[in-house]
């Protein structure tokens, strides 16, 4: 089952909303969270490294300002898009890893996309 | 810094035919290699990873890779295609297994399944 749970999966709204969108790690502590970016047939962004109880690091290009990160628990890390625009409208994924030493399969473990549709 | 290459944006085969997609990695250090299958719609699955154990790693849905130092290497293969293996597939290099390094992700390549 799904160790890392992403909602909403789809969100359609009118230019000017601001959407908040959720990462949740559902058995295990994330220390960290990653937050891509996929625009249609393309590869995945990362746009931003989020750390539990620290501010999160942006990759070059994008925008604190737009897209805020907030990682308040172990367990959940929040993307908001303030103030969506159409050339907003993308795929977006999170991702989670566990602390160090936890024994885990894989690095990370990706949650199933939001789909963002600005009109 | 590390980087990830994927030769042919869109591999198309019959059913039952060989399946290779290729990934060349770029690494100042050993890395560790990771493909991904992506759904429509959906997020990342992990079908098998490279971690300096054994060079020939099997994964889900009878895939495997072969890492290949000399080439820097880290090709996809599965003997017999099938129709649901239709998808988006992601090579990924990371510098270490410590979770908190993010992903290097190629440019993808689809595949697709020809009845």
């Known amino acids: 089952g799904a160790v890392v749970s992403q909602h909403p999966s789809w969100v359609i709204c009118k230019s000017g909303t601001s959407v908040k969108i959720e990462c949740r790690s559902l058995d295990f502590q994330a220390t960290t969270m990653f937050w891509y970016r996929q625009f249609p047939k393309q590869s995945l962004m990362l746009m931003a490294t989020?750390?539990?109880?620290?501010?999160?690091?942006?990759e070059q290009g994008v925008e604190k300002d737009k897209f805020l990160i907030n990682h308040a628990s172990l367990t959940l890390s929040t993307l908001t898009v303030t103030s969506a625009h159409p050339e907003d409208s993308s795929f977006y994924i999170c991702?989670?890893?566990?602390?160090?030493?936890?024994?885990?399969?894989?690095?990370?473990?990706f949650g199933d996309g939001t789909r963002l549709s600005i009109l | 810094a590390q980087s990830v290459t994927q030769l042919g944006s869109h591999v198309s085969v019959s059913e039952g035919a060989l399946v290779l997609l290729r990934c060349n990695y770029s690494?100042?250090?050993?890395?560790?290699l990771f493909w991904y299958v992506q759904y429509p719609n959906q997020g990342l699955q992990l079908l098998l990873k490279y971690t300096s154990a054994a060079t020939l790693v099997k994964g889900i849905n009878g895939f495997e890779a072969e890492f290949k130092k000399s080439e820097t290497s880290f090709h996809l293969t599965k003997p017999s295609a099938h129709m649901s293996d239709a998808a988006e597939y992601f090579c990924a290099v990371s510098p270490r297994n410590s979770g908190n390094t993010p992903l290097v992700f190629g440019k993808g390549t689809r595949l697709s399944v020809i009845a």
């Open positions: 690494s100042s250090v050993p890395p560790y």
């Open positions: 991702s989670a890893s566990r602390r160090r030493g936890e024994y885990s399969n894989q690095p990370q473990h």
């Open positions: 989020s750390n539990e109880g620290s501010k999160a690091t942006y």
